[in-house]
């Protein structure tokens, strides 16, 4: 069984930055593929960012290239989300998951581990 956590969530002004983090229990961090979605009021779940096994490929939303960036540390059992240039509209609730084999990164039913979300409200 896999948990994961996340950590680092809070309020920011506009043009901040944040980290997130997402440990993961076990042995099997390093088999897992990881993303991280997205859900604010209102509004469906969407995902943000994939990063594979290795964290030799990543993938992002086109609302978050450039100003988002994925990353893991499989010694530590740790991935990330650097999150710089927050815009209010990066409001939502982050959610970290993980997968063993991920057919679309995009679609939510990819993952079957999911951590509990964190908080990120960025303020105008």
């Known amino acids: 069984q896999v948990q994961l956590v996340e950590s680092g969530g809070g309020l920011v002004q506009a043009g901040g930055s944040l980290r997130l983090s997402c440990a993961a229990s076990?042995?099997?961090?390093?088999?897992?593929?990881m993303g991280w979605f997205r859900q604010a009021p209102g509004k469906e779940r969407e995902f943000v960012a994939g990063?594979?096994?290795?964290?030799?490929?990543?993938y992002y939303a086109d609302s978050v290239k450039g100003r988002f960036t994925i990353s893991r540390d499989n010694a530590k059992n740790l991935g990330y989300l650097q999150m710089n240039s927050l815009i209010p509209e990066d409001t939502a609730v982050y959610y970290c998951a993980a997968s063993f084999f991920v057919g679309s990164w995009y679609r939510i039913d990819s993952y079957g581990y999911w951590g509990q979300g964190t908080q990120v409200t960025v303020s105008s």
């Open positions: 076990g042995r099997t961090f390093g088999l897992l593929a």
């Open positions: 990063i594979t096994r290795s964290g030799g490929s990543t």
